[in-house]
């Protein structure tokens, strides 16, 4: 069996730095690594669109946007298939078999919808789309039959739902459909990176990000005005430092290389955290050495995206082979699940057969 991993992003504005470290610098990675097969990154606009559908604008221009950061942090499309999920018809095909095969009090059951829905105040006012969503991406998962997909810990919930629908599945009609298995990020720290005001979670409603594509200036304001420890208001008071986002961060993306090039009073992380919460440290000289650490990661991304920003015609075709593949693919498994539905009427001559010799056994009768 084929190693293939799907993963992708709600285009629903730019790609921040929780986006990176959480999956994307992942993700990178992985296509480096030559462990698997193939690997699909789907520009999700589709499900996007089920709480966005009366501001279609939104996700239309944040479609080139999710693009540019992918090729900007390293993704490269000889490598990967970048797709676009509204130009794969299958999956919505897919979606519609599968939805025979859940029930509503299941997916109200779904932890992962729960809270969405919470968050999103819909309460009686859930859209269908959006209510059904773990079924969409049951479908967007088995379409390319893979076997791993990359996530955080919020969405373990729905690759459970969608193992149950492949078992389902596999169990009512044959074994077409691969079981998927979550794979979560190496490091604690990237499950859930901080907002930069202290919010459990860097969210671009919430306003909190740090944004692959700001410019230094903008990172330099944002990394000055984060939230720390809110009791060590003085330098010589001893520090928190497992609650603090500058360390949350640090600890996600500093390098030994860079203590050597920014810090060199300190050998490492440790050294650093143990005097911040001994006392005698401040904010101030923390907040800098992470803006250092964050511009170290963020120059060759901007000028990678600076790059394919004045070629957003080789983008644009980049999106759509990849949807074509994409598309290819998908179309394989949806005929694959016909067959084994035993409703491809039209290219199954079994099917005239059974119905002819159905019908004499009638008229015999």
């Known amino acids: 069996m084929k190693k293939i991993i799907l993963t992708g992003d709600r285009p629903t504005g730019r790609l921040h730095l929780g986006h990176y470290v959480g999956s994307l610098m992942n993700r990178v990675k992985i296509q480096n690594s030559g462990d698997y097969d193939e690997m699909y990154i789907m520009i999700a606009d589709a499900q996007a669109l089920t709480d966005n559908a009366l501001h279609p604008e939104k996700i239309r221009d944040s479609i080139i946007e999710v693009a540019l950061d992918y090729l900007s942090v390293g993704l490269d499309p000889k490598k990967v298939t970048i797709f676009i999920q509204s130009q794969v018809s299958a999956l919505t095909e897919l979606t519609f078999f599968y939805s025979n095969l859940v029930t509503v009090s299941r997916l109200q059951r779904n932890p992962t919808v729960?809270?969405?829905?919470?968050?999103?105040?819909?309460?009686?006012?859930i859209p269908v789309g959006f209510f059904t969503y773990p079924i969409s991406q049951a479908a967007d998962i088995t379409a390319f039959k893979a076997s791993v997909i990359p996530v955080g810990e919020d969405q373990l919930p729905m690759i459970e739902q969608t193992r149950e629908i492949v078992r389902s599945f596999n169990r009512t009609y044959s074994e077409v459909l691969v079981e998927p298995t979550a794979v979560l990020p190496d490091t604690k720290a990237a499950l859930r990176l901080p907002g930069i005001d202290g919010n459990a979670k860097m969210s671009k409603s919430l306003g909190n990000c740090i944004y692959l594509s700001d410019d230094t200036e903008t990172v330099k304001k944002k990394v000055m005005s984060m939230y720390t420890d809110p009791n060590h208001i003085k330098i010589e008071d001893p520090g928190d430092t497992k609650n603090n986002p500058?360390?949350?961060?640090?600890?996600?993306?500093?390098?030994?290389?860079?203590?050597?090039?920014?810090?060199?009073?300190?050998?490492?992380?440790?050294?650093?955290?143990?005097?911040y919460e001994k006392g005698g440290l401040g904010d101030v000289k923390i907040k800098k050495f992470l803006f250092e650490v964050?511009?170290?990661?963020?120059?060759?991304?901007?000028?990678?995206?600076?790059?394919?920003?004045?070629r957003l015609d080789e983008v644009y075709e980049i999106l759509r082979i990849g949807s074509e593949k994409a598309s290819s693919a998908a179309n394989e498994t949806l005929k694959e699940v016909k067959e084994s539905m035993k409703i491809n009427y039209f290219e199954n001559e079994e099917l005239l057969e059974y119905y002819k010799q159905k019908y004499q056994r009638d008229s015999s009768n």
Do not use: G, M, S
């Open 246 to 275: 500058v360390f949350i961060y640090l600890e996600t993306l500093c390098t030994k290389e860079d203590f050597q090039n920014f810090l060199p009073e300190y050998q490492n992380l440790e050294e650093l955290k143990a005097h």
């Open 114 to 125: 729960k809270n969405e829905i919470k968050l999103r105040n819909f309460e009686a006012n």
């Open 294 to 310: 964050i511009e170290r990661v963020l120059k060759p991304i901007r000028e990678r995206r600076k790059y394919y920003e004045e």
